[in-house]
């Protein structure tokens, strides 16, 4: 059983917190820790912020009724920080550590959801991470995000072992662009929208120096055909008016993970 992996990692003494994003990753740990150690032993931590995808939330706090978890929302502060908002290719790092400073602030230990899959990407929260000395019970476990997903479906976690992973906001915005509340919360409603339409298929709003662009799955893309490329284009047309923006040609490509980021 993977709980049994988790449970010497799990199995120590002390307030533990748990930063929950409201993915699969860190919704699957603070399960598992409620499985795992005694009651009142374990906290919930939720950031919200613009860069937070609006529907998270209550996934966060479905959790916390679930197991019983205490709950806490928290501002962590990245939007009062120049250098996040500056977008540069470690904005993670910034973002990350005014997070952590204030979960540490709380006492007790701070974990995360990372697994070993992380490991291998360009993630400068990490350094934050270890800054603070904030653990990752999936990567001394030795556990890959297949074996979390695995873990949720153990745990009866439902839906949420299939949720496809959905970054924070900001990383939909090309790296050297500013990072601006309005933009995010306008590329959270247009996501939403797409997820109405297509479902819980991988999918992006991309913010980039002409304008967005619309990211989705290869496979739901291909089978659009005209009219359905249309509709998306309404879509988005729609949203930006909302806004009083318009812009008069969005780019359709399949879905890339990381597509914003560039470093170097």
Known sequence: M??????RVLDTEGALTVAVSGGVDSLTLAAAAAALRPAGATTLCHAQSPAVPSDALGRVQAMAARTGLALR?????????????????????????NLYATLAAMGGCVASGTNLDDLGDYRPGLEAAREHGVRHPFVEAGLRKADVRALARELGLGALAELPASPCLSSRVRTG?????DALRRIDRIEAALRDEFGAVPLRCRQEPAGLAIELDAGVLDGLGAAGRARVQALVAGQLARDGLAQATVPLRPYRMGSAFVHG
Not at 2 to 7: H, I, K, P, S, V
Not at 74 to 84: H, I, L, S, T
Not at 177 to 181: A, G, N, V
């Open 2 to 7: 993977l709980l049994a992996a988790l449970r």
């Open 73 to 97: 929302i928290v501002d962590a502060g990245e939007f009062g920080d120049a250098r996040y908002r500056a977008n540069p290719v470690n904005r993670c790092y910034f973002c990350k550590s």
């Open 177 to 181: 662009l500013r990072i601006e509340p």
